[in-house]
């Protein structure tokens, strides 16, 4: 079904800097450097803490970080070839094999360089090589040059997570009672608040501040027209169909994964749609998946998902600390459970991942459903290609379908598919940056029924 498919449409190019004037051009001439100097910043405004940790060694892993940093930003600037990684950690030999492959792809060495390149692999490479830095200086290996400006963005957002709690806890108080209805409605919100959510990113502000300010829930209203495309209630029918013994092969625990995108606000809302959904019993369990290192400024790391369910824990509010308990609890019961894996901070499309990370897909395929959050997934869920905005979902896909999956993200970079004809051109005329001012959003489903549609 797929094959026959993928044999009707042509892939695209990925997006890539080549293209001069692109969003992809314009991010890396522009983002990624500014990303790099704030990262070189940060590290050099903490060497007195990396002194007092590590003494000399500290200092010097301050200066030789920074000295490889200022090299890689070089390199980028004046477009020259991706290098092979040097470092020896269990991803190594994968990305270099991933160049090895874009070499071949684009037929010589030299070609595959910065702004030659698709922006994808160049942009998760760029996060990779911060990581090479740190990692080959020792003392100061597992330094999140990130961290400041995750926790900054938690803080900022707090009213935002209070609100969010008190109607939480007014929801919890009484999910015995709710009728289907009032269930689908809940959901209907949570699920939104988590879209929104997405707006929080730090990526595409190159760090600045993006934080959550207004109550999320009365602002939905008016964010409705702003969904592009909302199969929200074909995520509904597949969560409760799998309640249904016999309807799904599976009788056993229903289970939601959620791919995660970012710390702060972002998280906050996952982490509040997922408690719903265990409190109203639609899931049983949800696998939350990270990041192994910090990447893309502001995603996940476990480091930064302990420590929000710390800090929700502590606040001193009484809804929201009291959700924060409960979340614990949560992790402790085994209802929830935290997961990485190399894959998520490698540059593969993800219709390579049955091929590449075999485990990984295996293990998704255990899901009932599988919420993809923000726009990095997106890309990597269309392969980040110059596809025409009425391409179906499922032909953007190219096979990749461990289980029923979702996608909420709010469009930041420029690739956007399975719009009505006429519906990307109309948008691009009333405002041109429709594509990457995150004022857009979609809630885009895709599952083996909905395949044979595009
Ligand atoms: O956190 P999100 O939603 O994945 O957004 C990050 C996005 O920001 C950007 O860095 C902006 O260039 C994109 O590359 C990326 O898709
Ligand atoms: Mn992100």
Redesign the pocket.
């Known amino acids: 079904m797929m094959a026959a498919d993928r044999t009707v449409h042509a892939v695209p190019p990925s997006l890539s800097a080549k293209v001069v004037g692109s969003f992809a051009y314009l ?1 890396v001439r522009d ?1 990624l450097p500014t990303i790099l100097t704030k990262v070189i910043d940060t590290i050099h405004r903490n060497k007195n803490k990396f002194f007092e940790e590590y003494g000399e060694e500290g200092i010097r892993a301050e200066k030789q970080t920074i000295g490889l940093l200022s090299k890689m930003r070089n390199e980028l600037q004046t477009d020259k070839p991706v290098l092979e990684l040097a470092d020896e950690l269990q991803d190594t030999a994968s990305w270099n094999q991933y160049l090895q492959r874009q070499q071949d792809l684009q037929g010589d060495q030299d070609s595959v360089s910065w702004f030659k390149s698709p922006w994808l692999y160049v ?1 998760c490479y760029m996060y990779r090589r911060v990581q090479e830095a740190l990692w080959l200086n020792p003392p100061i290996s597992d330094y999140d040059v990130f961290n400041e400006g995750k926790t900054q963005s938690f803080f900022e957002s707090q009213q935002a997570m209070m609100t969010l709690c008190t109607y939480s806890e007014g929801v919890n108080k009484n999910i015995e009672e709710l009728s289907r209805n009032q269930l689908l409605e809940h959901f209907n919100k949570l699920l939104q608040v988590s879209l929104w959510g ?1 707006k929080c ?1 730090l ?2 502000s190159a760090g600045q501040d993006n934080s959550q300010k207004t109550s999320p829930i009365d602002s939905l209203n008016s964010l409705q027209p702003f969904i592009l495309v909302n199969d929200s209630n074909m995520v509904w029918a597949a969560l409760t169909a799998a309640q249904r013994p016999g309807q799904t092969e599976k009788t056993s625990a229903v289970r939601v994964d959620i791919v995660l ?2 710390s702060g606000f972002e998280l906050f809302t996952d982490l509040v749609l997922a408690d719903f959904l265990v409190s109203s019993r639609l899931a049983h369990e949800v696998h939350f998946h990270g990041k192994c290192f910090p990447w ?1 400024v ?2 996940v790391t476990a480091n930064d998902f302990q420590w929000t369910i710390r800090q929700t824990m502590a606040a001193n509010h009484k809804w929201m600390s009291k959700s924060g308990v409960q979340w614990k609890s949560h992790l402790k019961e085994g209802v929830w459970s935290y997961h990485d894996h190399p894959f998520w901070t490698q540059p593969h499309e993800f219709c390579d991942m049955e091929a590449d990370a075999p485990d990984l897909y295996a293990t998704l395929q255990g899901a009932d459903l599988v919420l993809f959050k ?4 997106y ?1 990597k869920l269309t392969g980040d290609r110059e596809w025409a905005h009425t391409v179906g979902f499922n032909t953007a896909l190219r096979g990749f379908g461990p289980a029923p999956l979702c996608s909420l ?2 469009l ?2 420029n690739v956007q598919v399975g719009l009505q004809p006429g519906q990307g051109e109309a948008l691009g005329s009333q405002d041109p940056d429709w594509m990457t001012s995150g004022k857009y959003a979609v809630i885009q489903f895709s599952s083996a029924e909905s395949e044979q549609k595009d």
């Open positions: 991010t983002r942009e997405n990113d990526s595409i995108d970012n893309f502001s995603d923000g726009d990095l997934n890309r993200r709010t930041k970079a």
